[in-house]
T-cell receptor, first 112, second 113 residues
Framework: GAGVSQSPSNKVTEKGKDVELRCDPI?????LYWYRQSLGQGLEFLIY????????KSGLPSDRFSAERTGGSVSTLTIQRTQQEDSAVYLC??????????FGPGTRLTVT | LAKTTQPISMDSYEGQEVNITCSHN???????ITWYQQFPSQGPRFIIQ???TKVTNEVASLFIPADRKSSTLSLPRVSLSDTAVYYC??????????????FGTGTLLAVQP
């Protein structure tokens, strides 16, 4: 594809439900990142993948958050037992090694 | 990653040159300076990156003094469509273990007609 794509673009869920957010990186990009942006705030790093492995999970806010990447391509960010404070825009980015990151349009998550 | 400080907001008019300065007093030898632009409801977009002196591309120029403790993003002849948040980032993007980006709150540039 031409750029990073994310789905869904919007997700409204009830508190306590699990959600899955998907990221399709640019073809050939080995590095993949997840960030979170709360309303009016800067971006917060969550997790980084190099290939299918995640050498840096330091940004995951709690054990309710997990992510996986398969085939060195698509990644899924899962949030279990969602809380209202999880409401934010979740952004995915991909890059070639040690190169600038290209961001997707994000998934806006609203927990009611 | 070095901490950065930039103005929260700036106002300008169409056709003017805009200079946004970022302070990064603790920049390390291997750190590069990178600027991203973010429009509402979109992910950030890479604008420009530099290590020292001056870098210019089709979108902007980046000026970095010899001590590298600050940098200035220059946008020539801004238009209404340049209204966005501009983020300054500093880090070892070419040697770091993860190259994760640490974003501050950025500078909201508002361009008036």
């Amino acid at each position: 594809g031409a750029g990073v794509s994310q789905s869904p673009s919007n997700k409204v869920t009830e508190k306590g439900k699990d959600v899955e957010l998907r990221c399709d990186p640019i073809s050939g990009h080995t590095a993949l990142y997840w960030y979170r942006q709360s309303l009016g705030q800067g971006l917060e790093f969550l997790i980084y993948f190099q290939g299918n492995s995640a050498p840096d999970k330091s940004g995951l806010p709690s054990d309710r958050f997990s992510a996986e990447r398969t085939g060195g391509s698509v990644s899924t960010l899962t949030i279990q037992r969602t809380q209202q404070e999880d409401s934010a825009v979740y952004l995915c980015a991909s890059s070639l090694p040690s190169s600038e990151q290209y961001f997707g349009p994000g998934t806006r998550l609203t927990v009611t | 990653l070095a901490k950065t400080t930039q103005p929260i907001s700036m106002d300008s008019y169409e056709g003017q040159e805009v200079n946004i300065t970022c302070s990064h007093n603790n920049i390390a030898t291997n750190d590069y300076i990178t600027w991203y632009q973010q429009f509402p409801s979109q992910g950030p977009r890479f604008i420009i990156q530099g290590y020292k002196t001056k870098v210019t591309n089709e979108v902007a120029s980046l000026f970095i003094p010899a001590d590298r403790k600050s940098s200035t993003l220059s946008l020539p002849r801004v238009s209404l469509s340049d209204t966005a948040v501009y983020y300054c980032l500093v880090g070892d993007f070419y040697g770091g273990a993860t190259n994760k980006l640490i974003f501050g709150t950025g500078t909201l540039l508002a361009v008036q007609p």
